[in-house]
């Protein structure tokens, strides 16, 4: 069974900086793309930044570009997301998820297959 598990989030002020971590177990990287989607109250599932599974293309959203930064690490089976310059409305729950049929980086999240649980980030002003 594939499992998603983010780490990283948490408070932080205005300006300031997270690293999220997303590490999976059950099915190495070999092929597809892990994408970053945040979410904040009463809004829709926002996509953040994706990634292919060979570092090859990556893709950030509007909201990430200039501030963001997506990598991968195969060997610990675990995507990255940085986050710098972060603002208040970056405030959200942000998931990582799996989209394992695809050879480049799709936005949709209903072309991803498998998710993780969520970790809150909150920045305050």
């Known amino acids: 069974q594939v499992q998603l598990v983010e780490s990283g989030g948490g408070l932080v002020q205005a300006g300031g900086s997270l690293r999220l971590s997303c590490a999976a177990s059950g099915r190495t990287f070999s092929s597809g793309a892990m994408g970053w989607f945040r979410q904040a109250p009463g809004k829709e599932r926002e996509f953040v930044a994706g990634i292919t599974w060979n570092s090859r293309r990556t893709y950030l959203g509007e909201a990430a570009k200039g501030r963001f930064t997506i990598s991968r690490d195969n060997a610990k089976n675990t995507v990255y997301l940085q986050m710098n310059s972060l603002k208040p409305e970056d405030t959200a729950v942000y998931s990582c998820?799996?989209?394992?049929?695809?050879?480049?980086?799709?936005?949709?999240?209903?072309?991803?297959?498998?998710w993780g649980q969520g970790t809150q980030v909150t920045v305050s002003s």
């Open positions: 998820a799996a989209d394992w049929d695809t050879v480049y980086v799709r936005t949709s999240r209903y072309d991803y297959e498998t």
